[in-house]
């Protein structure tokens, strides 16, 4: 009787410390497949966003975002459209990547035109076109890619004497450092725009003004009149940056 108690108890730990051991490698399994991706959040579509880029053997995509296995290709434009492969990244995984450098075979020169374009893999994980790794569509059909110009580091264009307000703008992720700024109609107004965290650009649709988008470090500045009266918002237009928060108010008075 007491020797059926003893084994009764043993097989209850044994029982107990099997559930334990399990549950502890289904929760690594989880932090594994977590970590592989990398990622915060969970892509919604294929797209990508660029600057313009530097001359040079490189081009730089600050964002990539996947619903699957891709390779970002850059092509050379031939009248207007995606020519000549010049080079292709490694391959990508599902979610949100920053900063995919893609060397290229050519020399870009200050003028140059290319096209970053998404690629799926057949799921060896080498690029292969012509073949089995075809252009990614979005839902309406259209091949994903980008235009972007090779350009030295640009100018101002207007003079520095004839502006007449000067903002320094900062973006984080999600969020602008000034969330208002107020001048008045007719103002020449030049915003100076840094990334201190993440890939931004700064956007105003109503005065067609936009500044190229930049990495975390980077900067950019846009000139715009402002001709018309009232309250316009300024934002950034990478992803759904938007709409996580990074905007703000311009007030024209
Ligand atoms: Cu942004």
Redesign the pocket.
């Known amino acids: 009787m007491k020797k059926g108690l003893y084994f009764i108890i043993v097989f209850i730990i044994l029982i107990v410390t099997g559930i334990i051991m399990l549950g502890n490698r289904a929760n690594d399994t989880a932090m594994e497949s977590m970590e592989e991706n990398g990622n915060q959040s969970e892509s919604l579509k294929n797209e990508l966003f660029a600057a313009a880029q530097s001359p040079g053997q490189e081009v730089n995509i600050g964002e990539v975002h996947l619903t699957q296995n891709a390779y970002v290709v850059i092509h050379r434009e031939a009248d207007g459209k995606p020519g000549k492969v010049i080079g292709a990244s490694s391959l990508l995984v599902p979610g949100d990547t920053h900063g995919v450098l893609v060397a290229v075979q050519e020399d870009l020169k200050d003028g140059d035109r290319v096209f970053a374009m998404l690629h799926s893999d057949d799921g060896n994980g080498i690029y292969e076109f012509p073949g089995p790794d075809v252009p990614l569509k979005d839902d309406a059909g259209t091949i994903v890619m980008i235009e972007l110009l090779v350009k030295t580091a640009s100018t101002s264009s207007v003079k520095e004497n004839s502006i007449a307000k000067v903002f320094a703008i900062e973006?984080v992720?999600?969020a602008f450092s000034q969330k208002e700024i107020r001048v008045k109609k007719g103002d020449t107004v030049r915003i100076n725009f840094t990334?201190k965290d993440?890939?931004?650009?700064l956007v105003i649709d109503e005065f067609n003004a936009a500044t190229d988008y930049v990495q975390t470090g980077g900067s950019a500045s846009v000139e715009f009149i402002a001709d018309k009266a009232g309250s316009f918002e300024y934002y950034?237009?990478?992803?759904s940056?938007?709409q996580?928060g990074?905007k703000g108010l311009l007030i024209v008075e």
């Open positions: 973006g992720n999600f990334s993440g890939f931004h650009s950034c237009s990478v992803g940056h938007r996580l990074v």
